[in-house]
Each structure stands twice: as C-alpha cells, then as structure tokens.
C-alpha cells in the first residue's frame, strides 16, 4: 500500500467521523495560529523598527538622561534615572563641543495636536516636535517640496512649520503646492508652512508622517511647561570617528553638569547599533516565550489527537482483522495510521497558519507595521504538525498493527 492509498484511506476515515476530527483541528490550528500569528506580528514590527533606527545612519548617536533609554530585561540592566536635559544643557553642549561633528538639539512639544487649516482639521494625534537647522538631516528626514529652517527662523522663533504627509492629505486635498505658504493653526497659534517631509512610514502605534515640525525655540515659548528634556544629536561624517565623538561628548558633557572625577554619568551614549542588539535581544526573548506557549497548547492537541486515535483504532478492529486477513502486513497497518494522524495535523496545522498569518498581520497593522509572509514560521508550522503527527499517532498505530487477526474478526 503506497503513500497515496494511505492518505485517500485518512480522508475517508476524517469524513466518517467527520465532527470528531474537526475538534482535533481546532485544537491544533489554536497551537499553530498562535504560534505563526505572534511571531508574524513580531517580526512585522521588528522590520518596522529596524527600518526606522536604520534611519539615523551607523554615524549617529543620542545623549539621554540615564536610565531613560532603551533598555534589556534582567536586573543587571536597571539603572538609576538621571535627571533630564534641560535647555541650556543642550544649548550648551552644542556651544561647546569642539569636535568635527553635527550638532543637533530638538524637543517633543506634544503628541496629542489638533491642526486646522480653515474649516478642515485633524484628530487631537499630531505630533508637533521641536528642532534646529540640523535635525532634518540627523534623523533622516528629507524635504519633499519646499525647505527646511534657516539659522534666523530658529534663532527668532518664528511661527513657521514643516509638515508630514498625512497633514497634507488630510487638510491639503493631498496636494503639496498648495500646503507650501499656507497657514495652519495649533491652540490657536498660526504657522506658516515651508515645507512638506517625504514620507517616512509608521513605527508601533505613531505614524512618521502625522508630523508638525517648528523651530526649538517656538517648542520651549509655547509647550515649555510640558517639555523638561530635550533630545541631543551628534553625527560624525565618518564612522571611523564615532569613537573619539563619543569620548569628546562624555567629556564636554560632564564638564558641563559639574560632575567630579570618579563619579559615574548621569547620562548615557546611545548609539544605533545597540539599540539593533536590544531590540534583537528583547525580540528574541519574545519569540522563545511565544515558541514555549504554542509548543505547551501543541502538547495538549497532541494529547486529544492520540485519544482520539486510540478510540479510532477500537471502533476498526474489525475493518484491521479483515485487512489482515487479506493479506495486509502489519507494516502496512502501521503505515496507514501514522499517515492518517499525520494528515489530521497537516489539517490542521494549514487552517492555522492561514489564520496566524491574518491574524499577525492585522496586529502588525494595527501598530504600525507592514504586511509580511513569514515564511520561516510556516515552515516551522509543517514541521511541528508533522511531528506532532507521527508522536501522537505512533503509541496507536503501533497498537493496530499488532491486534491478532483473527482475535480481530470476531471483534464486535
């Protein structure tokens, strides 16, 4: 009896008792859904973030307040907080640093902006963030149409704007042209736009292109009260000099919050290749604990599969002694129930994966990601059901193959 003859057996015997086998689908397409749908959306968010800290260059660091970055699990990795960076830390920082490097100083105002222009306006989930000259090229924003701040409109404060994408589809009639030299207004305060970002994408829950950015010190003039910590940039033309950068901030840094020799920083160095290691390592972390919970509701399916084959293997005894008796090999019987407890899984496990994907993706959506096909984790899925399929149909197929014929026939 080949492998085809076997299956065609399995679908049938799945269609005689076609309830039974349907419960032990959903059980295992639970396991797998779960399995394939976590890990999806994970790796879904993961290219999201990746994409985005790519966007700051392999030249690029942060000056943070200690503790407040971008941390690994355990307890090893805790740190005090330090206390925030205040304007004139920044400001002076920027004066300060001699080194052949960018400096760039910006500031969240809010993320909860409502921005109006005439009678159309937006939902109360905009963010209006502050920056300098330089900002536009630390971050890796680039300017679609128009242009980025001057020396003067920063230096003044003036009430000018660069705008994000969605603002300009969403109060423009998607047309750049006429968002450039317009006005727009935040709690009442008019801006005029200069200029309109490229898009930038989505990262979590926060779209990159629902953007107001206004000169830094328009931030601190009007949402002083609500920002205590501004944002240090610093990029190096080359890589090579990252190093000497680093030790040149710590050093100019210290000197200016007063901190003594032996006395550890109140701030940290965070650079974008450890924040990649962090987030591998926390999404690592992640995927193992998901594997852990899928393989645990995988046991329980296989549980239900075996019991369910062991009652298959009793209600046959007959149909096995007349084959038997006809000439099958145990070989053969052994064979076929395998096969048919491989098929129930493969079933299920596709329905799963199918449901996974769906699933993954819309959570992958919901916060910001992109659509992927995770084609590792299907894989994975076919494996794991296949195994799951020969351990749970083994104990009872082995026990078919070794019913005595004719003890068999005379089953009733």
């Not at 943070?64 to 005090?80: D, E, I």
């Not at 109060?171 to 305060?189: C, H, P, V, W």
């Not at 990252?242 to 160095?269: H, L, P, Q, W």
């Not at 590792?376 to 014929?405: F, N, Q, R």
């Amino acid at each position: 009896m080949n492998i085809l003859e076997n299956i065609r057996i399995a679908i049938d015997s799945i269609r005689s008792n076609f309830l039974r086998a349907a419960l032990t689908f959903l059980i295992i397409a639970i396991g797998i859904m779960a399995l394939v749908g976590i890990l999806t959306a994970l790796d879904s968010v993961y290219a999201s973030l990746s994409s985005n800290l790519s966007s700051m260059g392999a030249n690029t660091f942060n000056v943070v307040p200690s503790g407040q970055g971008v941390r690994g699990g355990g307890r090893r990795n805790r740190k005090k907080v330090g206390k925030s960076i205040s304007y004139r830390d920044a400001m002076e920082f920027k004066e300060r640093l001699d080194f052949p490097a960018t400096v760039s100083v910006s500031a969240m105002g809010t993320s909860l902006a409502t921005v109006k222009n005439g009678l159309e306006q937006t939902n109360p989930n905009v963010v209006v963030y502050g920056a300098d000259e330089y900002y536009l090229a630390v971050a890796g924003y680039e300017v679609e149409l128009g242009r980025n701040f001057t020396s003067t409109e920063i230096n003044n404060g003036q009430s000018v704007a660069i705008i994000g994408q969605d603002l300009v589809n969403l109060l423009f009639d998607e047309k750049m042209e006429k968002a450039i030299g317009s006005t727009i207004s935040i709690r009442n305060i008019k801006y005029r736009v200069i200029g309109v970002l490229k898009s930038k994408g989505s990262s979590m829950s926060q779209s990159g292109d629902k953007i107001v950015m206004i000169p830094l010190l328009t931030v601190k003039r009007y949402y002083g009260s609500q920002t205590n910590n501004y944002n240090l940039t610093i990029s190096v033309k080359d890589a090579i000099d990252m190093d000497a950068a680093t030790a040149a901030t710590i050093s100019t840094f210290r000197n200016i919050r007063k901190i003594r020799i032996g006395e550890d920083n109140n701030f940290d160095i965070q650079k974008s290749d450890s924040l990649f290691n962090l987030l591998e390592e926390n999404t690592s972390t992640l995927r193992l604990a998901t594997i852990l919970i899928g393989l645990i509701t995988l046991l329980g399916a296989a549980i239900g599969l075996m019991n369910i084959m062991l009652v298959s293997v009793t209600e046959r005894t007959r149909e096995i002694g007349i084959r038997k008796a006809l000439g099958a090999s145990s070989q053969a019987i052994l064979s076929q129930f395998l096969t048919e407890a491989v098929v129930i899984c493969q079933l299920g496990g596709i329905i799963g994966i199918i449901l996974g994907i769906g699933i993954g993706n819309i959570v992958s959506f919901a916060t910001g990601g992109s659509f992927v096909i995770p084609w590792l984790w299907m894989i994975m899925g076919v494996i794991v059901c296949l195994i799951v399929g020969l351990v749970s149909g083994l104990y009872p197929a082995m026990k078919a193959a070794k019913l005595d014929p004719i003890e068999a026939l005379r089953y009733e």
